[in-house]
Nanobody, 135 residues
Framework: QVQLVESGGGSVQAGGSLRLSCAAS????????MGWVRQAPGKEREGVAALSAARNTTYYADSVKGRFTISQDNSKTRENARDTLYLQMSSLRAEDTSVYYCEAVKSSAQYCSDCWSQGSRYNAWGQGTQVTVSS
């Protein structure tokens, strides 16, 4: 199983930028569809962006296209293999205010393509990081 820890949230004014990070450890084999899901109070979970297991396909919600970028950085040491997933957020809006979760599911490319936007389809997630955008 993979373990996920998010960081990088905070408060920013509208139009500003933030970069979220998600440190993945444990099973970091290239078999996980990984994504960012957000949930605001009183609202349903919303898939924001995702990266296919092969790391060759990205997915974005319409509401963030052109403003958010998902990427991954891989580094390996003798002690462990560790992947870091990023979400670069620019031109932030008040409606982006939410708790952002890094999530993962071991899946085929087709499953990732079909289900990335549905928060309920992931089976591993971090503790979440708060992003607050003031207008």
């Amino acid at each position: 199983q993979v373990q996920l820890v998010e960081s990088g949230g905070g408060s920013v004014q509208a139009g500003g930028s933030l970069r979220l990070s998600c440190a993945a450890s444990g099973d970091t084999s290239r078999s996980y569809c990984m994504g960012w899901v957000r949930q605001a109070p009183g609202k349903e979970r919303e898939g924001v962006a995702a990266l296919s297991a092969a790391r060759n396909t990205t997915y974005y919600a319409d509401s963030v296209k052109g403003r958010f970028t998902i990427s991954q950085d891989n580094s390996k040491t003798r002690e462990n293999a560790r992947d870091t997933l990023y979400l670069q957020m620019s031109s932030l809006r008040a409606e982006d205010t939410s708790v952002y979760y890094c999530e993962a599911v071991k899946s085929s490319a087709q499953y990732c393509s079909d289900c990335w936007s549905q928060g309920s389809r992931y089976n591993a997630w971090g503790q979440g990081t708060q992003v607050t955008v003031s207008s």
